[in-house]
C-alpha cells in the first residue's frame, strides 16, 4: 500500500508536469496483486524532444528539492521520445504523443485504478488537517500543563523565601 509521502511525491511530480504544460497526465494506482513492483504510474506526454527533456527535468529538480529523493534510474532522457523515470515507489512515463498512443501502456494495467489529481490533492489536504490537528491538541495540552508546573514551583519558592 502507497504511503502518504509516495502520494505526495506523486502529487508533486504531477504539479511539475503541469507547470512544463505537459498534456494529458494521468495518475495510475497499479493493483498490489497484479503489480509487486511499484504502486503509481504517471504517464505524461509532450509535444516534442526538449518538452519531455524539460518536464523529466522540473520531475527531478522539484522532488530532489521537495522530497531529497533522486530517482533509481532514468531512461531515455537523452532522446527524449519516452522518458522513463524510476522513483521505485512510482514510475513517471514521459512520451511524446505519438509514441504514447503507439505502445499505450494504460491499456496494459487494466486492473490499475485512474486517481485523479483534484482527488488526490484533496485526499492528502483532508489527512493533513486530520494529522496536525491531532497533534496540535496534545501540545497545547502539555504546553498547560508544564505552565502550571512552573506556577506551582515558583509559588512553592515564595513560601520557602518567606520562611
Same mark, same amino acid.
Given at each position: !500500500?502507497?504511503? !502518504?509521502?509516495?502520494? $505526495? !511525491?506523486? =502529487? ?8 512544463? &504544460? ?5 495518475? %495510475? ?15 505524461? @506526454?509532450? @509535444? ?7 518536464? *523529466?527535468?522540473? #520531475?527531478?529538480?522539484? %522532488?530532489? $528539492?521537495?522530497?531529497?529523493?533522486? +530517482?533509481?534510474?532514468?531512461?531515455? $532522457? ?5 522518458? =522513463? !523515470? ?13 509514441? $504514447?498512443?503507439?505502445?499505450? #501502456?494504460?491499456?496494459?494495467?487494466? @486492473? *490499475?485504478? @485512474?486517481?485523479? =489529481?483534484?482527488?488526490?490533492? /484533496? ?7 486530520? /494529522?496536525?490537528?491531532? +497533534? ?11 505552565? &502550571? ?7 512553592? &519558592? ?6
Amino acid at each position: !500500500m502507497a504511503t !502518504m509521502n509516495t502520494r $505526495r !511525491m506523486v =502529487l508533486a511530480a504531477a504539479e511539475a508536469c503541469e507547470d512544463k &504544460k505537459a498534456e494529458d497526465t494521468r495518475i %495510475l494506482e497499479l493493483d498490489e496483486v497484479d503489480a509487486g513492483f511499484t504502486d503509481f504510474f504517471l504517464i505524461t @506526454s509532450g @509535444s516534442n524532444e526538449r518538452q519531455t527533456q524539460a518536464i *523529466a527535468d522540473e #520531475i527531478e529538480i522539484r %522532488l530532489k $528539492r521537495d522530497f531529497q529523493i533522486y +530517482p533509481n534510474s532514468v531512461e531515455g $532522457r537523452r532522446r527524449g521520445e519516452w522518458v =522513463l !523515470m524510476d522513483y521505485v515507489d512510482f514510475v513517471v512515463h514521459i512520451f511524446l504523443t505519438e509514441k $504514447r498512443a503507439y505502445y499505450d #501502456i494504460e491499456r496494459l494495467r487494466k @486492473s *490499475a485504478r @485512474s486517481v485523479d =489529481l483534484a482527488q488526490l490533492k /484533496a485526499m492528502l489536504l483532508e489527512k493533513t488537517v486530520v /494529522a496536525r490537528s491531532k +497533534p496540535a491538541k496534545k501540545t497545547v495540552a502539555k504546553k498547560a500543563a508544564v505552565g &502550571k508546573k512552573a506556577v506551582k514551583k515558583k509559588a512553592v &519558592k515564595k513560601k520557602t523565601l518567606k520562611h
